[in-house]
């Protein structure tokens, strides 16, 4: 007897019923998690105190006074710096796009978490628009414009914003938003409007796929997609009552392609204008009209670290992360292991490779990459714990800065801890403004080592001493700075990692032409003996960045297509946009394998102790 044949099961359809199911759960979930404001101020009290906040409205959004002093009332019994305020009738679709950004419940513990709201109404302490450099009596702003202002104010209020539902507010006449402004509104909250559109759009095409193919499993996948916004927006206990929840269920389809089409073209057009807009084209075909001789050092015989001439050529590379002219070596020294950039750059060319990178025109994807690295730099901070009794230390000293991210995070293991943090780039300051350091010191560490000496109980250099010219000075500075007895915590990349040979020049943390140094552990260890520490703890793992394949990916993809767009580069032709694009769709598919390779590696690196990156915990010997 013949068997009956196994029903073939329709994973395609599977998996997107289940990925729109969740969606749909969570988007409910989390909208419910929204605090909804009362109809009323609350009396108890008297009337709410006002004085100190400001309200801010896009064009057409009226808030009446109870609605302003109920926001009031709200934020100081919460503690809130900064209240984004929902429309009761905000659009079904913009609602959704906000819920799968932001999980209300860890959306203001989240201190390096982007500012997101829904782009109507703001309310915010003065003292915090005053930091901002914000003039609460400047015209009013669009939607966009208040969208980039809530994520601006985030930053200045890291702890202390939230969101809730304001009863009472109305977004005004609903209208259909364009192409250029969803494309606007997308980028005031630091996402790429093409790669959305063109998401949304492969999005509908797997739909259309599986109905075609895949018959019941499909159409009920494509019918949970359709029926969605109502699921998650319609029930009884929605606090959300969107005034287009009708014509957005049954209209979604051809809405979302329609919105997809209109961002797309409206995001292909603006590219070259906000490109071409920003460029500081002349000034580099100044900087590059002497040629780049000038922005190297004479070759050095012999190894800066220990002082032996036997010095090997490890790579040769072009500048892979900018695509800027030039090309970069790393020596070895076969003596003690010491990796280092020969020759180096000098001061002028520090400033040319380094510029726009952190700040300028890569100045809002740095802080985007750097504001992800929330658990990275808490287990920074852990790794003191089992040295440093009560509350914490008192003062900690973050060398290399930038931005503050690290201490603005740090603040969540020691609250009570005072971080302050040094810095050569004027993000420092912009970090003190923030709040994310109590005091930002500008400059070079060497050069303040006189001026702070004694006065710090920990000072820690993560992922700072590979970009120095004098490591062992920075060693020499973090010795006179701490107290006897005081903590040196040290972040760097290992140059002993396997994955460097394995990736040859393709491995990220070479990072040419910026490191200039990559020290192996023992080196480090040995320069620290001798500066009276005593190491208290070595990690390899722990210390790992999950990065390694998908960094190779985007380094190759950068180095067949550099983005046409830079301005140091050639000027842009249709052929160099349309290879950029085709590397960039020929690339999706190696991200997507190099994700899965470094959540492996991860694993792998945590369970062996051998990562791309190592930590020390140094304790200052008392003399």
Known sequence: MTPPPIPRVPWTSVVLLAALGAGTVRAGRRLRAVPVLPAAPPSAAGVPRAAGWRLLTARGVEADAATFLAACAHAEREGLRVLDLLPADLAAERALGLMR?????????????????????????????????????????????????TRRLKEYAAGATGLAIAPALSCGAPREATGPARAAELRAQGLPPGALAAAQLAGLALLAGVVVRQGRWGAAAAGLYWLQPYLALGGPGSPLRPADLARATAARPVR????????????????????????????????????TDRFFE??????????????????????????????????????????FQNPRLSPEGLEFYYRDFYDGRGGEGAGTVFGRLGAA?????????????????ESWLDVGTGHGHFCNAA???WPRTRFDGLDMGDGVLEAERRGWVETGYLGQFPEFSSKLAGRYEVVSMYHYLEHTRDPLAELDAAAAVLAPGGYLTIEVPDPESRMAGLLGPAWLPWFQPQHQHLVPAANLREALADRGFTVLTEEHGAAHQGNDFFGAVALTASRLAPDPDRPWGPPATPRARALAGAVRVAAL???????????????????????????????????
């Not at 032996?308 to 040769?316: K, P, Y």
């Not at 730099?377 to 230390?393: C, F, I, K, N, T």
């Open 411 to 413: 603040r969540e293991v």
């Open 101 to 149: 950004l932001v999980d209300p419940v860890r959306y203001r513990r989240d201190r390096l978490g982007e500012g997101r709201g829904a782009g109507f109404a703001v309310l915010a302490a003065e003292e915090v628009l005053a930091r901002a450099g914000v003039d609460p009596d400047g015209p009013r702003p669009g939607p966009a414009e208040l969208l980039a202002l």
């Open 298 to 339: 004479v070759r050095r015989p012999d190894c800066p670290w220990c002082g032996s001439g036997r010095l090997a050529v490890r790579i040769r590379v072009p500048d892979l992360l900018q695509g800027k002219p030039g090309r970069f070596t790393l020596e070895r020294c076969e003596d003690c292991g010491h990796v």
């Open 589 to 623: 598919p190696c991200f997507a394998g190099a994700a899965v390779l470094d959540a492996l590696r991860s694993v792998a690196a945590r369970v062996t102790d051998g990562g791309n990156a190592y930590r020390i915990l140094a304790r200052k010997d008392l003399p």
């Open 377 to 393: 730099y808490r287990g920074r901070a852990e790794m003191l714990r089992a040295h440093v009794g009560g509350s914490g230390p």
């Open 256 to 291: 979302s392609l329609g919105a997809a089409l209109r961002t797309a073209a409206a995001a292909r057009r603006g590219q070259g204008e906000e490109q071409d807009s920003g460029r500081a084209a002349a000034g580099y075909r100044a900087d590059l009209a002497a040629g």
